[in-house]
């Protein structure tokens, strides 16, 4: 849910980065595209097959603890700035809608893993259904602490996302063989 949370709340940012960084139209669809670019076009592949190599669950942490440049985003100075950001965060988050997905198949078997997958999907929904006020009502802590609203929505936001990748490497198991919580 808070990846996808990611994938919407830059939305929520364009009118800040626009009237306040002066970060065109044309400038923020470029940079919302770029995230893609990185996340999918260059390394996705890599970063799975990272993860089937290192462990499952050391790498899908990394990968939330690695998106911690959420917050950096608040740092924007203009365009350039905004693409590079955009670049390094779908850089960091590579991988991750897959390796959720690979990691899946090593806990549930073929005949319960479309119901199990349908749960993932539904984070999309929950993002926007919970996010979208969660982030509007961040965008109106415009000046607090010489921070603008958008600042404060990318890192709050940005900070709870590597707050459950470090709770995550704790709690998760790489495989159902790995789990001392289960018998044989």
């Known amino acids: 849910m ?12 364009k009118q800040g980065l626009h009237d306040l960084v002066g970060i065109s139209d044309a400038a923020f669809a470029f940079g919302a595209s770029v995230f893609f670019v990185a996340y999918v076009v260059l390394l996705e592949i890599p970063s799975n097959l990272a993860m089937h190599k290192v462990s499952a669950r050391a790498w899908m942490c990394r990968i939330m603890r690695g998106a911690s440049c959420r917050p950096r985003r608040c740092s924007s100075r ?3 700035s905004f693409y590079a950001l955009r670049f390094m965060l779908g850089a960091c988050e590579a991988g991750f809608f897959p390796g959720v997905i ?6 549930f078997p073929d005949r319960t893993r479309a119901k199990v997958m349908s749960l993932f999907y539904f984070g999309a929904p929950l993002a926007f259904m919970f996010g979208s006020p969660l982030s509007g009502y961040l965008l109106r802590f415009d000046g607090v602490l010489g921070l603008h609203g958008y600042q ?4 709050l936001e940005g900070l709870a996302v590597t707050a459950v990748g470090v709770w995550a490497y704790f ?4 495989r159902p063989a790995d789990a001392g919580w289960l018998d044989d």
């Open 152 to 155: 404060w929505m990318f890192m």
């Open 78 to 80: 203009g365009s350039p």
């Open 171 to 174: 709690y998760l198991d790489d």
């Open 2 to 13: 808070l990846a996808f949370l990611d994938r919407a709340n830059v939305g929520f940012a």
């Open 102 to 107: 690979l990691y899946l198949t090593y806990w």
